[in-house]
């Protein structure tokens, strides 16, 4: 299941790579992505208790 939830994140990230297309350079926009897929994947973790890691 957690492949399946890393997945679904990954295409969330895609999406709001293209929709915040407005931004300076591709590198800032994957980190603030990476920082935000990470953020909402340890809050999944210790909200409903799944063991990603």
Do not use: H
């Amino acid at each position: 299941m957690p492949a399946l939830l890393w997945l679904l994140l990954l295409l969330l990230v895609i999406l709001l790579l293209l929709i915040t297309n407005r931004e300076k350079t591709l590198i800032n926009r994957l980190c603030q992505a990476v920082t935000l897929v990470d953020k909402v994947v340890e809050t999944l973790v210790t909200r409903c208790g799944f063991s990603v890691y």
